[in-house]
């Protein structure tokens, strides 16, 4: 029905598989028949599938399958999901058959997938080949229209677990906003904090659902939108979470005030940074980072108020993380870091070690997940604590109901962040004086063959090529807190260079100095 028109190899990886999308209609159909596979094998439990390409153009689309308890895909089906995208026509039934039996599924047994899409204007046909790959084998596919990456992650979680939630975009707001709504009863406006917040909505499908939420909001938070897809904006183009991070600049579309705080969201509303501009229209940028260790010291006030310090709380960043963050949480914070590969399911399998595990990538893709010994403990605090234990457990029991534990989410972050600010009578300069980052520079690097460079130690150092970890080390050793590592890229065909340095200058020169002895 959706026949492959290309012999171009594409393969799942980190981000499920993404491309241009006029590629894609024959994979998506695959991933609809793999996805009743997969829903099969775990019982008939819903499996979610996700149409988006998050922070990259227009011309780009992807897919990725969501596993029954809203993480991401088990990572020994990436293979199985590759085999399956790259076969041809005339063998993808018996390739099929193949791995019905290699996985062991039961083929009688109901099968259930949630069908979620971003807002390009490919998503509605490869939706449709998805619900087709679906009923193909027999499988029930319901979908759910254009909703960000983390409410379909939100929705499968709570269609398989129904204390988590309702299964629906609705049931979220109710959840998410609603704790919003509950916590922000019990904290006074107060200090500094202002209600007021600005969005960048990269003109994607997280502004349009703020929008939405924005009219339930009773000035709890006034929320002015930009970007939200109208007036010619393009999807990330010049805007949005990933061009703010990583250019370092402002996104177009929006109105700026000196020192009003706005958030940027990206294409598929899972990943969100903060900045504002001073009086001489200098940005100044709060990521991933900065909001990680804004929640961290949050709920480590909260647990030791409601006596609760025995919960064993750590974070978790990628070598991405500014220097300065990792050093103010460890030596301000007392708080136990972990450094992981890049990639979410690394960093939330990390998390999960911890009674409450807060991660974050610079990015701003990141969440908090709590362990039912956290939440059970909390729980009875409320039930017996002294009147200020039991008020701090149920802010913190709010807290957790207002986190998307299932997945980074860039409307739940928001929410997370301005609680925080307004208990703690922030604005965002308060917010920013926390520490001061380190200048950082990232840059992109073609090679002929990017997987020729290998890694170790959470990639911050190379084991090949011979030599290059060498001539890095050599260059870093002559800069001030210099610190750079390379990287290839596992969802697009080029080398990432990261570098810091004590002033901007030497971090763009160290990452410049990099990115040569590479090419
Ligand atoms: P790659 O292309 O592997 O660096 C990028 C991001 C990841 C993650 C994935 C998935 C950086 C440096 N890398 O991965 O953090 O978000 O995309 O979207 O931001
Ligand atoms: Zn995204």
């Not at 689309?61 to 029954?68: A, E, Q, Y």
């Not at 991401?72 to 019905?100: C, F, H, K, P």
Request: glycine fraction near 8%; charged fraction near 25%.
């Amino acid at each position: 029905m959706h026949p492959k028109t290309t012999d171009v190899f594409i393969q799942y990886g980190t981000a499920g598989f993404r491309t241009k999308a006029n590629l894609l209609e024959h994979v998506v159909y695959r991933m609809g028949l793999l996805a009743v596979i997969r829903s099969r094998v775990k019982n008939g439990r819903t499996i979610g599938m996700m149409i988006t390409a998050s922070h990259n153009l227009e011309p780009d689309n992807g897919v990725k399958l969501i596993d029954p308890d809203g993480e991401m895909l088990e990572q020994s089906w990436e293979e199985i999901a590759t085999r399956m995208a790259n076969v041809s026509d005339n063998d993808l039934e018996s390739i099929t058959g193949q791995i019905i039996k290699e996985v062991n599924a039961d083929m009688s047994l109901k099968a259930s997938v949630y069908i979620g899409m971003d807002t390009r204007y490919t998503s509605p046909r490869l939706a449709a080949a998805a619900a087709n790959g679906v009923i193909a084998l027999k499988g029930t596919p319901k979908e759910f229209g254009i909703v960000t990456t983390p409410i379909l992650h939100f929705c499968v979680k709570c269609r398989n677990d129904n204390t988590y939630g309702a299964p629906s975009e609705e049931g979220y707001y109710e959840k998410i906003v609603g704790s919003f709504k509950r916590i922000r009863q019990k904290l006074s406006v107060s200090g500094a904090y202002n209600t007021t917040l600005y969005v960048d909505g990269a003109n994607g499908v997280g502004g349009k659902k703020l929008n939405i939420i924005k009219k339930t909001l009773d000035g709890e938070l006034d929320l002015m939108l930009f970007n939200l897809g109208g007036n010619g904006g393009k999807l990330n183009l010049n805007c949005g979470a990933d061009y703010v991070k990583v250019s370092q600049r402002v996104p177009v579309g929006v109105e700026h005030v000196p020192y009003q705080r706005v958030a940027s969201l990206d294409g598929d509303g899972d990943r969100i940074v903060y900045y504002y501009v001073d009086n001489d229209e200098k940005m100044h940028l709060l990521d991933g980072d900065r909001i990680a260790t804004l929640l961290a010291s949050y709920i480590t006030e909260l647990l030791g108020t409601c006596g609760a310090d025995q919960l064993k709380l750590g974070l978790v960043q990628t070598a991405y993380a500014n220097g300065a963050s990792t050093k103010y949480i460890t030596e301000e914070l007392k708080i136990p870091v972990s450094c992981v590969k890049t990639g979410v399911k690394n960093l939330h399998h990390e998390a999960l070690k911890y009674d409450i595990g807060i991660y974050f990538e610079a990015n701003g893709h990141g969440t908090v997940v709590y362990s039912r010994e956290a939440k059970n403990t909390l729980k009875k605090i409320d039930e017996d604590g002294d009147a200020e234990q039991r008020k701090s457990a149920q802010i913190l029991l709010d807290f957790i109901d207002m986190t998307n534990e299932t997945v980074g989410d860039a409307i739940s972050d928001l929410f997370l962040v301005e609680t925080v600010l307004c208990a703690r009578g922030l604005d965002i300069t308060g917010w920013e004086n926390t520490y001061r980052d380190l200048p950082s520079r990232q840059l992109k690097v073609t090679v002929q063959d990017r997987n020729a460079i290998q890694t170790t130690d959470a990639e911050r150092r190379c084991i090949s090529p011979e030599g290059l970890q060498e001539r890095i080390d050599e260059i870093v050793s002559e800069v001030n807190s210099g610190r750079a590592f390379v990287r290839p890229s596992g969802t697009e065909d080029i080398v990432r260079v990261y570098a810091e340095g004590d002033t901007q200058e030497s971090a763009d020169k160290l990452a410049e100095d990099v990115a040569q002895v590479v090419r």
